[in-house]
């Protein structure tokens, strides 16, 4: 239910842009035949019934990302704080199965606490929002289907006055009831000509299926009862439905007739349909406006006319559709085969320009050490770009630079310490883009933890681990590439890059672990094991709200259990034979359409 929530509220965004067009039209369309602005409610209707949307490079519907689960659901989920590191333990990690409380909603592991502690059950406010979505459209339907039944009862002795035509004493306005055998329902005791005037005008409802469009229109109010520019299309859509009638009637009469019709149309004041009733109604909409069109009416221009229905065209081609989804460029990495050493402290690579050195009015924190200076001079002079914080330790053959463009080069093949992360997450804000050359060999714990900018991140072929919270809280990081040669993916290590759509492994991948929690609560939409793959951690996906597709062949020998927990849009899972269900991993994905099963365990047990 919250996805068709969030489908619809989508729909509603596009559906509203169509009648906000149709409102700045609607000047335009004063001297053109009405019936062309109601296609144009037409469009804005069928917009926000269909569940899905047609993608089209003439669109020019606004570009924005739709609403997903995560946009509501990141309001419920537990806060995420990072377990304790006792760096002088010899014990290795052990991951320790969650407490679940009583609703079966999983709490991520925290550090330790006193046992008095306990944690509250958040709010599922997308589920909040989605029980009063359907109540509400549930009120509004109940209401028109009661309205109808009144009614109904009110004329059940009416006496049929000619064929599709009744009269009831009941009722003190004429009207059109009914859908497959729609009928005309007059007063007694009108006058004759009142009745010929209105006999017409029904007949032409019922020629242009006009009970059906209003229909169609209550749907749309009812499913986006939210949106008041949903409820002004609907009534400016009720008042055009009138006035096209009105002008195919009077279309041929002359000027006395015209005044004939109009007294007929005060005649039918008497009785106000509201504007959810199921009716259409002889005299239910703006009376003033719909006299003061029949008494000016004339002839529409041929040259006006064939214009606004180019509009109404452009309109249907331009704004029915969205925007053509944009392919992910992939990011290249151009690494230079020159890095600093511990023996020469060769010159940063040309691919980070630098204008200055480090001078003595650099802060402290930035300049390199008095008594171990580096052997030759600093990188060439480029206009524009600037070196803002750099560090050099010659005997554990390990530097960094970053400079004024945001770019962070990392040079070595030591791991790094706090204190090394230290000194560039000062610039934390800075920081856009990480580049890690060749000879580095692991991407150390808590690295780039929490840059909030980070947008590139280019890791060398020579990377063999990627550390536990690496890039954990990355914020705007959407894509990374996994170099063939890392072996080990440790926990935590994405977790939190709340716009990581793709993660891609390199061609020949040697990558054989996933550790717990290593991509949980990212925005990725698939995931393809490499062949390499042997085993994936507690929780490595858990909460992937966009992830729809899981591949897992080749070598995996074991997946532990909740790895792939509240993935709530997967619909597609392949699992490959080596495959041992030690556990359920796919537990809280309630839309899996489609299971390709090789192993030797029912689906069933994986769930």
């Not at 055009?240 to 041929?252: A, F, G, K, M, P």
């Not at 926990?491 to 061609?507: H, I, M």
């Amino acid at each position: 239910m919250k996805n068709l929530f969030l489908i619809y509220l989508n729909a509603g965004i596009s559906g509203s842009v169509i009648i906000l067009v149709g409102l700045l039209l609607r000047p335009i369309f004063r001297r053109v035949p009405r019936r062309i602005l109601c296609t144009l409610w037409l469009l804005a209707a069928i917009r926000l019934l269909l569940p899905f949307h047609i993608e089209s490079q003439f669109s020019l519907q606004p570009s924005y990302e739709p609403l997903e689960n995560y946009i509501l659901e990141q309001q419920s989920q537990p806060e995420f704080t990072p377990p304790e590191v006792l760096p002088d333990t010899d014990e290795p990690d052990v991951d320790v199965e969650p407490q679940l409380p009583s609703q079966d909603t999983p709490v991520i592991p925290e550090s330790p606490a006193p046992e008095s502690e306990t944690t509250l059950p958040s709010l599922d406010w997308a589920q909040i929002l989605s029980v009063a979505w359907v109540t509400v459209m549930a009120g509004i339907l109940l209401y028109c289907v009661i309205s109808y039944i009144v009614l109904k009862h009110r004329i059940r002795t009416a006496i049929q006055y000619e064929d599709g035509v009744m009269e009831s004493e009941h009722i003190s306005g004429a009207f059109l009831l009914g859908y497959l055998k729609p009928r005309i329902y007059l007063p007694t005791g009108l006058k004759e000509q009142d009745r010929t005037f209105i006999l017409a005008h029904e007949r032409i409802h019922i020629q242009r299926l006009d009970h059906w469009w209003k229909l169609l229109g209550v749907l749309c109010v009812a499913l986006h009862w939210y949106n008041p520019l949903v409820w002004i299309g609907y009534a400016l859509l009720c008042r055009d439905i009138e006035i096209t009638c009105d002008e195919r009637v009077i279309r041929s009469m002359d000027v006395q007739e015209r005044k004939a019709y109009s007294q007929a149309l005060l005649n039918s004041e008497k009785r106000r349909f509201g504007i959810l009733e199921c009716p259409v109604a002889f005299g239910e909409v703006d009376l003033k406006q719909r006299i003061r069109n029949v008494l000016a009416y004339h002839p529409y221009g041929y040259w006006l006319t064939a214009f606004a229905v180019a509009l109404v065209v452009f309109v249907a081609f331009c704004f029915l559709t969205s925007p053509a989804a944009k392919a992910e460029p992939e990011p290249t990495l151009e690494i230079p085969a020159t890095q600093p050493t511990g023996s020469t402290g060769t010159t940063p690579p040309a691919t980070t320009p630098v204008t200055t050195a480090p001078s003595t009015t650099a802060p402290p924190q930035t300049q390199p050490p008095a008594t171990n200076p580096p052997a030759t001079n600093p990188p060439a002079t480029q206009p524009s770009v600037s070196v803002v914080a750099w560090g050099n330790d010659l005997q554990a053959r390990r530097t960094f630079q970053l400079t004024s463009d945001g770019t962070l080069t990392i040079y070595g093949t030591a791991q790094y310490s706090s204190s090394d992360t230290d000194r560039w997450k000062k610039y934390a804000d800075l920081i856009t883009k990480v580049v890690m050359t060749e000879g580095c060999t692991m991407v150390s714990e808590e690295s780039f933890q929490d840059l909030d900018n980070l947008t590139e991140v280019y890791l060398c072929e020579s990377i063999k681990t990627i550390g536990e919270y690496a890039f954990y809280g990355c914020d705007r990081l959407q894509y990374i590439q996994i170099p063939a040669s890392v072996t080990m993916i440790e926990s935590s290590a994405f977790s939190r890059c709340l716009a990581l759509t793709k993660v891609e492994f390199a061609y020949g991948s040697n990558l054989t672990e996933i550790g717990s929690y290593a991509f949980s609560s990212t925005a990725i939409n698939s995931f393809t094991a490499p062949s390499s793959l042997k085993v994936i951690g507690r929780y490595a996906f858990y909460n992937c709200w966009r992830l729809k597709t899981v591949v897992l062949q080749g070598s995996i020998e074991e997946i532990l259990p909740n790895a792939f927990r509240s993935c709530k849009q997967l619909k597609h899972v392949v699992l490959g034979e080596t495959i041992t269900a030690s556990a359920p991993i796919f537990t809280e994905c309630g839309e899996i359409e489609t299971v390709e099963n090789y192993s030797n365990y029912p689906f069933e047990e994986f769930l």
